[in-house]
């Protein structure tokens, strides 16, 4: 089984949070863990974060890692704010809310 995950994406992360490995996308931080914290679907919609609420998580897509999709926009999420919400940019160029609730 492992074999194959290495094979189809050349990589695997494990969330932080609850250990299982992340499918499909991962959100990551660059500072916690030396730049090896990753978070699963799950927990970031849960309204987790990694060990500092000021920290931006990335959005890794596995499939297009893949596929070897690069250079495609990065979203960076914030931590959840007093109303439920995540600040998410795109490549630092477009700005939204979104919901977790």
Do not use: P
Request: hydrophobic share 30%; proline share 0%; net charge neutral.
């Amino acid at each position: 089984m492992l074999k194959d995950v290495r094979e189809r994406y050349g990589f695997f992360a494990f969330c932080e949070l609850c250990g299982e490995r992340c499918r499909d996308v991962l959100y990551y931080c660059d500072v916690c863990h030396s730049g090896n914290y990753d978070l699963c679907h799950r927990y970031l919609v849960r309204g987790e974060h990694c060990l500092d609420r000021n920290h931006l998580l990335a959005k890794q897509d596995l499939k297009a890692l893949a596929n070897k999709k690069f250079g495609e926009k990065v979203s960076y999420y914030s931590s959840v704010n007093k109303e439920g919400e995540r600040d998410v940019s795109l490549s630092s160029l477009l700005h939204v809310s979104t919901s977790i609730l």
